[in-house]
């Protein structure tokens, strides 16, 4: 069964230090991976978008990184701010489909 | 230009009623999709739209539910009988063809 793991369940650290969520998948193949920010009532939002030979790809102080043979990933964040406060999730698209497959996400929570 | 929009934002209905929740695309979107997120979980896959061709209805969880989408824009995501296993955000993306796609806020439903 395809599946998408993130790990921690959730995380609480302090305004301007760096943290790493992790993302395990058995997905295969697969097309593309993704991390999503999603504030809280908000639809997610879309911050990296990898194909299976990417090894890194980032997006201002957000950097995703994917390791294919392992089947994981990672989402590094530097120099946290308030407003990154959100919950942190981990797609997989299934090679040739559009169907998502969806981890539960990590909830970082950022205080000052 | 505009985003996708879902209306309502929230919804509070007694259990065995039915609720009608209505999803606006981005314009020229060819592809549109319906996501239930239950609270701590993954997004989970409802239906699919694209296009002219017959919608994938494989997420559905039940025949209580039923969506269509009328002249390729607006669609409508309609909860039979709902019970209370059916409280739950649900979002509605859209996306040209299998591109990228781009979330609503969501509607979150209570049943009570």
């Known amino acids: 069964k395809n599946q998408v793991e993130q790990s921690p369940q959730s995380l609480i650290i302090l305004e301007g230090k760096n943290c790493t969520l992790q993302c395990n998948y058995t997905v295969s193949p697969f097309s593309n991976l993704r991390w999503y920010k999603q504030d809280t009532g908000r639809g997610p939002v879309s911050l990296t978008i990898m194909t299976f030979s990417e090894n890194t790809k980032s997006n201002g102080r957000y950097t995703a990184t994917l390791d294919a ?7 590094h964040i530097t120099a946290s701010q308030l407003s990154d406060s959100a919950s ?3 797609v ?3 090679d040739s489909n559009y169907q998502l497959i969806w981890g539960a996400g990590t909830k970082l929570i950022i205080k000052p | 230009g505009a985003g996708v929009s879902q209306s309502p934002s929230n919804k509070v209905t007694e259990k065995g009623k039915d609720v009608e ?8 979107h060819t592809a549109l999709y ?3 997120q239950s609270l701590g979980q993954g997004l989970e896959f409802l239906i699919y739209f694209q296009g002219n061709s017959a919608p994938d209805k494989s997420g559905l969880p039940s025949d209580r539910f039923s969506a269509e989408r009328t002249g390729g824009s607006v669609s409508t995501l309609t909860i ?14 859209s996306s040209f063809s299998s591109g990228e796609q781009y979330f609503g806020p969501g509607t979150r439903l209570t049943v009570t």
């Open chain 1, 88 to 90: 942190y999730i981990c």
């Open chain 2, 21 to 28: 929740l209505r999803c606006d695309p981005i314009s020229g």
């Open chain 1, 69 to 75: 043979d392992t089947k994981q990933s990672s989402l």
């Open chain 2, 34 to 36: 319906w996501y239930r």
């Open chain 2, 80 to 93: 039979q009988r709902t019970q209370q296993e059916d409280s739950a955000v649900y979002l509605c993306a």
């Open chain 1, 92 to 94: 997989v698209i299934p």
